[in-house]
């Protein structure tokens, strides 16, 4: 390893420096140079690039369990905590997680019971949707972002962006995942208490559609964990580290995370590391 070291910066500092400060002599290095590379080695080089592609088409957001699980769909087989090592070697970090803002909800209506009750499994889609939006920053000032979540695949089945914060932001969301997903038979739908869910207005297009209505607990984020985790990737893995000039390039990387890499690509943890999309393709439904 540390002649390993050695030869990675030796364009940055003399050898003689950089191997009296290992405490390693200069002819030692210079044979090992010499030396065909193990078969350890050549492996290792063939891994590294898997992982670093990766790493690469994840947007540099995924960490060792994900990579490992790339590099095994390749036919490289090999133990997570060689990818742990390797992606230390190679400098691989996936970005750290980032909170969120915080919600101000205007007046509220009308308040279901919490009849999801933390329950975030689901034995088929459409039996469990869960709701919610956030915000994102722009040079034009904030876009909301509103998605429905199927909690059978973790699938994003409806989503809605808009420059206002009102009951059509989450009802225009609503209204793609039944067009994308059909009518269901006992649907729950699930989210916070805010005003534009306990409207007038979204609790008739729930009724209209047959969907039944649950709500989190006052001030309770963990009854709508699940959601609140998909928006914490959202931001983790793309908008937080974006400056977008306008609200229709927050729309357009919006769309592209959520339709081009979480839904058809994105390891979730949750589902044995496959994608939303993949997991119910391969789901035997009764």
């Given at each position: 390893?540390?002649?390993?070291?050695?030869?990675?910066?030796?364009?940055?500092?003399?050898?003689?420096?950089?191997?009296?400060?290992?405490?390693?002599?200069?002819?030692?290095?210079?044979?090992?140079?010499?030396?065909?590379?193990?078969?350890?080695?050549?492996?290792?080089?063939?891994?590294?690039?898997?992982?670093?592609?990766?790493?690469?088409?994840?947007?540099?957001?995924?960490?060792?369990?994900?990579?490992?699980?790339?590099?095994?769909?390749?036919?490289?087989?090999?133990?997570?905590?060689?990818?742990?090592?390797?992606?230390?070697?190679?400098?691989?970090?996936?970005?750290?997680?980032?909170?969120?803002?915080?919600?101000?909800?205007?007046?509220?209506?009308?308040?279901?019971?919490?009849?999801?009750?933390?329950?975030?499994?689901?034995?088929?889609?459409?039996?469990?949707?869960?709701?919610?939006?956030?915000?994102?920053?722009?040079?034009?000032?904030?876009?909301?972002?509103?998605?429905?979540?199927?909690l059978f695949s973790r699938r994003i089945v409806g989503w809605s962006m808009?420059?206002?914060?009102?009951?059509?932001?989450?009802?225009?969301?609503?209204?793609?995942?039944?067009?994308?997903?059909?009518?269901?038979?006992?649907?729950?739908?699930?989210?916070?208490?805010?005003?534009?869910?306990?409207?007038?207005?979204?609790?008739?297009?729930?009724?209209?559609?047959?969907?039944?209505?649950?709500?989190?607990?006052?001030?309770?984020?963990?009854?709508?964990?699940?959601?609140?985790?998909?928006?914490?990737?959202?931001?983790?893995?793309?908008?937080?580290?974006?400056?977008?000039?306008?609200?229709?390039?927050a729309r357009s990387d919006v769309f592209d995370y959520i339709e081009r890499?979480?839904?058809?690509?994105?390891?979730?943890?949750?589902?044995?590391?496959?994608?939303?999309?993949?997991?119910?393709?391969?789901?035997?439904?009764?």
């Amino acid at each position: 390893m540390k002649f390993a070291f050695v030869a990675r910066h030796r364009h940055v500092w003399p050898v003689s420096w950089i191997c009296a400060a290992l405490h390693v002599s200069r002819s030692g290095f210079h044979a090992w140079l010499k030396r065909p590379p193990s078969a350890r080695s050549t492996e290792d080089e063939r891994l590294g690039a898997v992982m670093r592609r990766s790493f690469k088409d994840s947007d540099r957001t995924y960490g060792a369990r994900r990579i490992w699980r790339d590099v095994l769909e390749e036919g490289l087989p090999c133990g997570l905590h060689r990818i742990e090592r390797l992606m230390k070697e190679n400098g691989l970090r996936a970005r750290p997680r980032r909170r969120g803002l915080p919600k101000d909800d205007g007046a509220r209506s009308v308040i279901a019971d919490n009849l999801l009750a933390r329950e975030f499994r689901a034995d088929r889609p459409n039996q469990k949707w869960l709701a919610d939006f956030t915000y994102i920053w722009t040079a034009e000032g904030w876009l909301y972002v509103a998605a429905v979540l199927d909690l059978f695949s973790r699938r994003i089945v409806g989503w809605s962006m808009k420059a206002e914060r009102d009951a059509t932001l989450v009802m225009d969301a609503l209204m793609m995942a039944v067009w994308r997903r059909g009518k269901a038979d006992a649907l729950l739908h699930h989210s916070d208490q805010g005003s534009q869910y306990s409207s007038d207005q979204f609790q008739r297009l729930l009724a209209d559609h047959g969907i039944t209505c649950s709500m989190s607990r006052a001030g309770n984020v963990w009854d709508n964990s699940a959601m609140e985790s998909f928006f914490s990737t959202l931001k983790t893995e793309r908008t937080a580290r974006k400056v977008y000039r306008s609200r229709d390039a927050a729309r357009s990387d919006v769309f592209d995370y959520i339709e081009r890499f979480y839904n058809p690509k994105r390891r979730h943890s949750k589902l044995g590391y496959l994608s939303p999309m993949e997991f119910e393709e391969r789901s035997v439904l009764p």
